[in-house]
């Protein structure tokens, strides 16, 4: 049997276990813009975590005020997570900070601590692989564990409450608990086991009929409306429709055998990462040198992360977002040994390939894949030179900071 651990509303459970007058009351999370990378402060990589959507995240050392939340004299930012008394009120993950006070003019806003939440999720994994033979991390809150072999089927819902009673006792930290003997069935499961509670399946077919199919986990909005397009509205009518997933291909298979629980997928901790990237929203930016300026700086913290891990990308990934809304992106493909100036190079290429409309831009994301030890013949000498050079300042930075050694490049 497969368990998934969900902790209800992280990051301000977080911050109530260092401050217990936030309990009981409507409290939020609120991140601005990601201005601050491109202000030159030290900042440092954390990469204690590692799963399908938690990777390394950089952070600033600055203490910030609630002048953080002020521009201009309008109120700025986004709730990334709101406590329950916050959510029953109509605030959740994506309110403005604005229409959240609002709506609670008394609602209790707190700046986000990622160092505290990144260490205190890696503490409580250590604890999981003490309790588990095989744990899986998936997001900075998220684990899977299987318990098949360790946990007879009867006492695994008590073995369960054993295991949130600990979490409770060592940590604080509510924690909800999808049970099944599939992967994904379990993740679906802890949906209807919060707030702080257990939920086994042990019939699919039973659990899952009159499910929306948007509840299941991968589907978004895309594939829902695909889906409800074609009269599909409950995860029964998807099991009455293998024929037409399985016209999708591959990815259609998948997604219908999770559905139904014969996906078999394990329960397995993912070392190797398929792609690497870093992406910074920020305030509408029309000049196309800032923009370019704050490319390279991305490109600095990118190229220490793959340094780090020793990773030779040859897929390179670029995307812009307007303020419009509009997007446009850009990729290349490049056999050569890894350095900051290709890297650098490459993606200021890639922005003016993929910059095709005339307008403010609020974000820039990028990446790097396919991960080989190669390099074409004409380039290698002087890939070896600036790989080299790579690997020396990056030697100064590991000890100093990333912003131990800028570019001139990067400086307003």
Known sequence: MIFHMDLDCFFVSAHRIYDTNLSNK?????????????????????NLNKGAFTGDIIVTKKEYDRSYFIENGKIRG???TSSYEARALGIKTGTTLKEALEICPNLTVLLPNYKLYHTLSYKLKLFLKRRIPQIEQYSIDEFFGDVGGWVEEEDIFDFAKKLKKEIKEKFALPISIGISKAKWIAKLATSYAKPDGIYK???????????PVEKFPGIGRKIEKKLKERGIFTLKDVVENKEYLYSWGKNGKILYKRIIGEDYEKVEEKE?????????????VFSREE????????????????AKKRLNPTFYYLKIKYASSKKSKSHKII??????????????????????????????????????????????????????????????????????????????
């Not at 399946?201 to 499910?211: G, L, W």
């Not at 190797?272 to 509408?284: A, H, L, N, V, W």
């Open 335 to 412: 056999y050569r040994l890894f350095n900051e100036l290709l890297l650098k190079d490459t993606m200021r290429e890639l922005f003016i390939k993929a910059d095709i409309y005339e307008e403010s831009i609020v974000s820039v994301s990028l990446s790097v894949s396919k991960f080989k030890k190669v390099s074409n013949l004409f380039d290698y000498e002087k890939d070896l030179k600036l790989s080299n050079l790579n690997n020396a300042l990056n030697k100064i930075r590991f000890r100093y900071g990333i912003s131990s050694i800028i570019g001139a490049d990067e400086i307003i």
């Open 78 to 80: 986004i709730v990334v």
């Open 291 to 306: 923009i370019i300026r704050r490319i390279y700086i991305l490109c600095r913290y990118l190229s220490f992360i793959i």
């Open 272 to 284: 190797k990462r398929k792609s690497i990237g870093i992406s910074r929203r920020f305030d509408p």
């Open 201 to 211: 399946v042990d019939n699919i077919y039973e659990f899952i009929k009159n499910i």
């Open 26 to 46: 409507p409290v939020v999370v609120v991140k601005r813009n990601d201005r601050e990378i491109f202000e030159n402060r030290k900042h440092e990589v954390l």
